[in-house]
Each structure stands twice: as C-alpha cells, then as structure tokens.
C-alpha cells in the first residue's frame, strides 16, 4: 500500500520560494515506470497538474508554470519536493502530491494535500 505525505511551510510570502516535500512510504520512486506528480486545487478551482518526475528522474512542467517550476527527488528518503519560486496570491491552493500517469483518474494513490497560503 503507497501512501504519500505533503509537508512544508503552510505560509508563504509574495515573492518567495514555495517548498514542499512529498514523503512516500510503502514503494519506491524508482520503481519502473511509475510516475509522481505535483497537483495544486486553488479555492473554488479545479485540480491543475504542475508537473512531475518520473521513475528515472525526469521531469515535466505544466508550460504555465515552468519557469518557476523545480521538481527533485531524494531516493535515499523516497522523498519528492517541489520548489515554486516567485510565489503570488494567486499561488494560494492546497497542494498534493499523486502517483500516476495522464489523466489524474488514472491516479492511483494521492496525498492528503497540504494548504499553501501566499500572504503578507
């Protein structure tokens, strides 16, 4: 059974560095083609995909979002982070981190989500 576990700052302010950390227990990252994601619901928003890494380490953007956009991984600690820089308001959302492919009802396993708040 995977689980996944967001962790980060829950404020962050106006021009800054948003960093989070997808902590992934019960499976590998590195487990052959499988595939962990980034996903951001802003309040009365749908879901947006950011991006991801897959399995042997590389990585796609959302092309809204790329320029700011920084995915890693820690395979000692199974671990998967996300860095978004130059953080606005509209950057507010709760953020999850999901195992999958394609379209996000193809996800098989997701975080509970954590709330990133962008404020002064």
């Known amino acids: 059974q995977v689980q996944l576990q967001e962790s980060g700052p829950g404020l962050v302010k106006p021009s800054q560095t948003l960093s989070l950390t997808c902590t992934v227990s019960g499976g590998s990252i590195t487990t052959n083609n499988k595939y962990w994601n980034w996903i951001r619901q802003p309040p009365g928003k749908g879901l947006e995909w950011i991006g991801s890494?897959?399995?042997?380490?590389?990585?796609t953007y959302s092309p809204s979002l790329k320029g700011r956009t920084s995915i890693s991984r820690d395979t000692t600690n199974n671990q998967i982070s996300l860095q978004l820089s130059s953080v606005t308001p509209e950057d507010t959302a709760v953020y999850y981190c999901a195992r999958g492919h394609m379209d996000f009802a193809e996800y098989d396993s997701w975080g509970q989500g954590t709330q990133v708040t962008v404020s002064s």
């Open positions: 890494i897959g399995y042997t380490g590389r990585t």
